[in-house]
């Protein structure tokens, strides 16, 4: 069941990048397995998925015991300053910074703790509505020049959260706009900055978000289906 979930999902990508003219192995599939026990995520990993998100600190030091070693974990979730110390090291990329201050935490608890590079993402506010996280596209350039001094910290791309909408061709521009941005600071040749990660899409327009140029999509309910939070 999951199993033909996650091939099924994999399959829809590797026909966008047909469409869209780009290499299927560009784009990969970040299986978002929060508020689903671990034996789940297990399934998925037998299927293939190497990569696996989740948004919460706890729950993702917790999974990262449990499952197997050579998952790549991707923190997806908005970040506070004070847990940086619980995931520095341990995952594989940060997709959620959106502020010096927490950029500089990433610095000092790498440092810390002798990790050479932690590679990292913008999240940009893209839809410019009124949205808790993320920096709004004006300000990306900006912060990456800043980020871009710390020691540590690597910054990788962009990510964004698409709003839900009931037809995902309405999220096409605001895919197509951050695509545009990472051409756009990529074009400044920021020392240590990199463009080549695009963190956007999930269940309902990761197919759109890999024709606008997504490197990584976050799948999370097409895979394992609705999340129950009155339960978790
Ligand atoms: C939960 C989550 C996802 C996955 O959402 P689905 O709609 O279930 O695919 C992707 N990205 C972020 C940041 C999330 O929090």
Redesign the pocket.
């Known amino acids: 069941m999951l199993k033909e979930n996650y091939l099924e999902v994999r399959k829809n990508i590797d026909e966008a990048c047909k469409r869209a003219g780009r290499n299927p192995e560009e784009v990969t599939l970040?299986s978002?397995g929060?508020t689903k026990p671990a034996e789940m995520l297990q399934e998925v990993y037998d299927a293939g998925s190497r990569d696996f998100?989740e948004?919460k600190v706890q729950e993702l030091c917790d999974k990262i015991e449990i499952l197997p070693r050579d998952i790549n974990w991707h923190m997806?979730?908005h970040l506070q300053r004070n847990k940086v110390k619980y995931i520095v090291g341990k995952v594989a990329l940060i997709?959620?910074v959106d502020s010096l201050r927490l950029a500089e935490e990433i610095e000092v608890q790498s440092a810390k703790k002798g990790v050479d590079e932690v590679p990292i993402l913008i999240e940009v506010n893209a839809a410019n509505e009124i949205s808790k996280f993320g920096v709004k596209p004006e300000d990306v350039k900006q912060l990456v020049t800043e980020i871009a001094e710390l020691k540590h910290v690597r910054v990788k791309g962009l990510?964004t959260?698409a709003p839900?909408v009931d037809d995902p061709e309405e999220n096409r521009p605001i895919f197509h706009k951050m695509k545009d941005l990472a051409v756009d600071i990529a074009g400044e040749n920021i020392d240590n900055v990199s463009m080549d990660i695009l963190s956007m899409g999930?269940?309902?327009d990761?197919i759109i978000a890999v024709e606008e140029g997504a490197t990584l999509v976050?799948?999370?309910?097409?895979?394992?289906g609705a999340?129950n939070y009155a339960t978790t």
């Open positions: 970040i978002v929060k998100g948004n997806i979730g997709h959620s990510m959260v839900y999930m269940t309902n990761y976050r799948v999370g309910t097409a895979i394992f999340r």
